[in-house]
Structure formats: structure tokens, C-alpha cells
């Protein structure tokens, strides 16, 4: 069997992380900061947006499915975290909108999810933590077109 190529090695790797550290952050958040990781994510990139994405938008960014986006906003919007409005550039689409509720609860359950990000890679070098974000950051470059959205020392506070 020939050996793997580093691109095969680097998805193996990205996709047993994932697989490693999902789990642990999902208990993390819901333990300490009261909702599921993947409300968490929805709040975040409604966050980072504003404040208010359309469906398709929200789709794109989080790291569910389609379906599954459409699943959480409703749990969310139940939940009075998130509210559906129409959008009047396109009668097919609404926008998901963070409510004050949501900012709330999103914040709080930040201060769970930070840290434990940060407990689960205490155990690797700093600098080469962040020459691997960087060398990731340049791959999903290449592969998106897109700039990062998060730079060493510029990120946005909760």
C-alpha cells in the first residue's frame, strides 16, 4: 500500500481533532455554559456578523449541515436566543437575528468555551501552536479564497 501524501495525513489529522475535541468542548459548554456547542456556534456566527445572518448565510458558516442549521435555529429561536425575520430583498429567505437574550446567554456561555479550548492544547507549545493555526489558516486560504477572520492579538472579545 503506498504511503499516505501529507494532504491525506493533514485531513486524517484535522478530521481525528475534530472527532477528538468535539465531544469535550460540547460537555464543556453544556456543562458550564448551559447549551449545547452547536447553539453556541450559531450564536457565535451571528455574532461575529452583526447580529443577523440569512439562512443560506448561517448555513455556510457553521459546521452543521444545512438541515441541522435549520434544526438549531428553531431550538434557538424556542428558546428566545435567536428570532426569525422576513427578508424583504427575498420573500423565499428570513434572517436568523441574535435577540439581547441570545448576546446574553452567548456571553456567558463564552466564558465556559474559551478555556476550555485553551486546557485542551496547554499541552502543546506555544509557538508551535501557532505555527500550525497559521499554516491551517493559509490552507483554508487557498482553498476558500478567504482571508482568516481571527488574527494572534486581534480577536474579538466574547
Known amino acids: 500500500m503506498p504511503s499516505p501524501t501529507d494532504a491525506e495525513r493533514t485531513w486524517e489529522a484535522v478530521l481525528r481533532l475534530r472527532a477528538a475535541l468535539l465531544p469535550r468542548l460540547d460537555g464543556a459548554v453544556a456543562r458550564d455554559g448551559g447549551m449545547p456547542l452547536s447553539w453556541y456556534d450559531v450564536l457565535l456566527e451571528l455574532r461575529d456578523a452583526g447580529g443577523r445572518l440569512t439562512m443560506g448565510q448561517l448555513a455556510e458558516r457553521v459546521v452543521l449541515s444545512r438541515t441541522r442549521v435549520s434544526r438549531v435555529v428553531d431550538e434557538l429561536v424556542g428558546a428566545g436566543l435567536v428570532a426569525r425575520e422576513p427578508n424583504p430583498d427575498d420573500g423565499r429567505s428570513a434572517f436568523a437575528a441574535l435577540t439581547a437574550e441570545g448576546r446574553r446567554r452567548f456571553l456567558a456561555a463564552a466564558r465556559a468555551y474559551l478555556p476550555a479550548i485553551d486546557r485542551e492544547f496547554a499541552a502543546v507549545d506555544a509557538g508551535r501552536l501557532a505555527d500550525v493555526a497559521d499554516r491551517l489558516e493559509a490552507v483554508l486560504e487557498a482553498?476558500?479564497?478567504d482571508p482568516?477572520?481571527?488574527?494572534?492579538?486581534?480577536?474579538?472579545?466574547?
Open 143 to 145: 482553498v476558500t479564497g
Open 148 to 158: 482568516p477572520r481571527r488574527r494572534r492579538g486581534t480577536e474579538a472579545s466574547p
